[in-house]
Protein backbone atom coordinates (compact mmCIF):
# COMPACT_ATOMS: atom_id res chain seq x y z
CA UNK A 1 0.00 0.00 0.00
CA UNK A 2 1.90 3.47 -0.90
CA UNK A 3 1.11 6.86 0.86
CA UNK A 4 -1.16 7.66 -1.83
CA UNK A 5 -3.96 4.49 -0.88
CA UNK A 6 -4.26 5.80 2.72
CA UNK A 7 -7.68 7.61 2.98
CA UNK A 8 -7.75 9.88 6.10
CA UNK A 9 -11.57 9.94 7.18
CA UNK A 10 -11.66 13.72 9.79
CA UNK A 11 -13.21 12.96 12.76
CA UNK A 12 -16.92 14.35 13.86
CA UNK A 13 -16.68 16.70 17.24
CA UNK A 14 -18.14 14.09 19.35
CA UNK A 15 -15.41 11.62 18.64
CA UNK A 16 -12.80 15.02 18.91
CA UNK A 17 -14.09 15.69 22.14
CA UNK A 18 -13.63 12.00 23.32
CA UNK A 19 -10.14 11.39 22.39
CA UNK A 20 -8.60 15.04 21.64
CA UNK A 21 -7.08 16.44 18.28
CA UNK A 22 -4.13 16.11 16.26
CA UNK A 23 -2.71 14.74 13.44
CA UNK A 24 -1.62 11.43 13.25
CA UNK A 25 1.49 11.05 11.09
CA UNK A 26 0.62 9.27 7.78
CA UNK A 27 2.97 6.49 8.53
CA UNK A 28 1.60 5.62 11.26
CA UNK A 29 -1.93 5.19 9.85
CA UNK A 30 -0.30 3.52 6.84
CA UNK A 31 1.84 0.75 9.13
CA UNK A 32 -1.22 0.19 10.80
CA UNK A 33 -3.02 -0.49 7.82
CA UNK A 34 -0.17 -2.84 6.97
CA UNK A 35 -0.75 -4.68 10.10
CA UNK A 36 -4.29 -5.03 9.27
CA UNK A 37 -3.71 -6.27 6.12
CA UNK A 38 -0.51 -8.54 6.52
CA UNK A 39 -2.22 -10.15 9.53
CA UNK A 40 -0.66 -13.85 10.35
CA UNK A 41 -2.28 -14.21 13.94
CA UNK A 42 -3.61 -17.41 14.33
CA UNK A 43 -7.60 -16.38 15.36
CA UNK A 44 -8.59 -19.74 16.12
CA UNK A 45 -7.20 -19.73 19.66
CA UNK A 46 -8.95 -16.15 20.36
CA UNK A 47 -12.21 -17.52 18.89
CA UNK A 48 -12.33 -20.42 21.18
CA UNK A 49 -12.41 -18.52 23.99
CA UNK A 50 -15.05 -16.17 22.51
CA UNK A 51 -16.71 -19.36 21.64
CA UNK A 52 -16.14 -21.32 25.30
CA UNK A 53 -17.64 -17.80 26.71
CA UNK A 54 -20.82 -18.25 24.19
CA UNK A 55 -21.55 -22.22 25.82
CA UNK A 56 -20.92 -20.65 28.68
CA UNK A 57 -23.83 -17.92 28.38
CA UNK A 58 -26.10 -20.79 26.89
CA UNK A 59 -25.60 -22.73 29.80
CA UNK A 60 -25.96 -20.09 32.30
CA UNK A 61 -29.19 -18.88 30.35
CA UNK A 62 -30.64 -22.40 30.40
CA UNK A 63 -30.09 -22.47 33.94
CA UNK A 64 -32.09 -19.43 35.01
CA UNK A 65 -35.52 -18.05 34.30
CA UNK A 66 -37.63 -14.92 34.91
CA UNK A 67 -35.76 -12.06 35.58
CA UNK A 68 -32.72 -13.79 36.06
CA UNK A 69 -32.64 -15.12 32.49
CA UNK A 70 -33.05 -11.69 31.38
CA UNK A 71 -29.84 -10.65 33.47
CA UNK A 72 -28.36 -13.50 31.83
CA UNK A 73 -28.76 -12.62 28.37
CA UNK A 74 -25.80 -10.21 28.51
CA UNK A 75 -23.64 -13.17 28.85
CA UNK A 76 -24.60 -14.10 25.62
CA UNK A 77 -24.37 -10.82 23.75
CA UNK A 78 -20.60 -10.09 24.57
CA UNK A 79 -19.11 -12.82 23.28
CA UNK A 80 -21.01 -12.18 19.83
CA UNK A 81 -19.86 -8.82 20.24
CA UNK A 82 -16.21 -9.92 20.71
CA UNK A 83 -16.55 -12.33 17.78
CA UNK A 84 -18.02 -9.68 15.90
CA UNK A 85 -15.35 -6.96 16.60
CA UNK A 86 -12.51 -8.90 15.88
CA UNK A 87 -13.43 -11.64 13.29
CA UNK A 88 -13.38 -9.46 10.07
CA UNK A 89 -9.46 -7.88 11.25
CA UNK A 90 -8.19 -11.85 11.33
CA UNK A 91 -9.60 -12.39 7.85
CA UNK A 92 -12.94 -14.03 8.91
CA UNK A 93 -15.82 -11.98 7.45
CA UNK A 94 -18.43 -14.77 7.33
CA UNK A 95 -17.68 -14.66 10.99
CA UNK A 96 -18.42 -11.27 11.41
CA UNK A 97 -21.50 -10.93 9.78
CA UNK A 98 -23.07 -14.00 11.24
CA UNK A 99 -22.27 -12.43 14.60
CA UNK A 100 -23.69 -8.82 13.35
CA UNK A 101 -27.31 -11.27 12.87
CA UNK A 102 -27.25 -12.84 15.67
CA UNK A 103 -26.28 -9.85 17.42
CA UNK A 104 -29.06 -7.72 16.05
CA UNK A 105 -31.42 -10.65 17.20
CA UNK A 106 -30.41 -10.72 20.51
CA UNK A 107 -30.85 -7.38 21.01
CA UNK A 108 -34.69 -7.88 19.91
CA UNK A 109 -34.89 -9.91 22.74
CA UNK A 110 -36.48 -9.44 26.32
CA UNK A 111 -35.78 -12.46 27.85
CA UNK A 112 -34.48 -15.07 26.26
CA UNK A 113 -36.59 -18.48 25.68
CA UNK A 114 -35.84 -21.73 25.27
CA UNK A 115 -36.05 -20.90 21.10
CA UNK A 116 -33.66 -18.05 22.01
CA UNK A 117 -30.84 -20.42 23.87
CA UNK A 118 -31.53 -23.48 20.70
CA UNK A 119 -31.16 -20.77 17.83
CA UNK A 120 -27.73 -19.18 19.78
CA UNK A 121 -26.02 -22.71 20.70
CA UNK A 122 -27.02 -23.78 16.74
CA UNK A 123 -25.31 -20.74 15.95
CA UNK A 124 -22.34 -21.27 18.21
CA UNK A 125 -21.94 -24.66 16.91
CA UNK A 126 -21.85 -23.28 13.05
CA UNK A 127 -19.30 -20.61 13.99
CA UNK A 128 -16.78 -23.92 15.36
CA UNK A 129 -17.76 -25.31 11.80
CA UNK A 130 -16.05 -22.23 10.28
CA UNK A 131 -13.26 -21.64 12.34
CA UNK A 132 -12.32 -25.07 12.53
CA UNK A 133 -12.29 -25.47 8.73
CA UNK A 134 -10.69 -22.37 8.23
CA UNK A 135 -13.40 -20.47 6.66
CA UNK A 136 -11.72 -17.51 5.93
CA UNK A 137 -11.17 -15.06 3.41
CA UNK A 138 -14.52 -14.40 1.02
CA UNK A 139 -17.99 -15.41 2.11
CA UNK A 140 -18.35 -17.03 -1.12
CA UNK A 141 -21.45 -19.08 -1.98
CA UNK A 142 -21.83 -21.85 1.05
CA UNK A 143 -21.06 -18.63 3.33
CA UNK A 144 -24.08 -16.79 2.07
CA UNK A 145 -26.16 -20.04 2.53
CA UNK A 146 -25.36 -20.03 6.40
CA UNK A 147 -26.08 -16.11 6.44
CA UNK A 148 -29.52 -16.67 4.88
CA UNK A 149 -30.23 -20.26 7.24
CA UNK A 150 -29.03 -17.91 10.02
CA UNK A 151 -31.64 -14.59 9.07
CA UNK A 152 -34.23 -17.50 8.29
CA UNK A 153 -33.73 -18.78 12.00
CA UNK A 154 -34.19 -15.05 13.14
CA UNK A 155 -37.28 -14.25 10.75
CA UNK A 156 -39.01 -17.60 12.43
CA UNK A 157 -38.77 -16.87 15.71
CA UNK A 158 -39.41 -13.20 14.84
CA UNK A 159 -42.78 -14.83 13.71
CA UNK A 160 -43.37 -17.10 15.91
CA UNK A 161 -43.36 -14.46 19.11
CA UNK A 162 -45.04 -11.32 16.67
CA UNK A 163 -41.65 -9.64 17.32
CA UNK A 164 -41.09 -6.73 14.50
CA UNK A 165 -38.04 -7.70 13.12
CA UNK A 166 -34.83 -5.48 13.43
CA UNK A 167 -33.09 -4.71 10.03
CA UNK A 168 -29.10 -5.75 9.87
CA UNK A 169 -26.80 -2.89 10.76
Known amino acids: MSQSDVKIIKANK ?43 GVKHCQGTAGDERTAALQSMVKPVMDLKANAQMFGYPLVTELANIMLNFLESVE ?35 LIDELKKACARYYAKKDIEEKPTQ
Request: hydrophobic share 45%; proline share 4%.
Open 14 to 56: NLKEKVGTGDIAATRVEASQNMIENNEVDFEPMAAEFLDALAD
Open 111 to 145: TPDNDVIAIVDAHRKTLMLIIKSKMSGPIGQKGMV
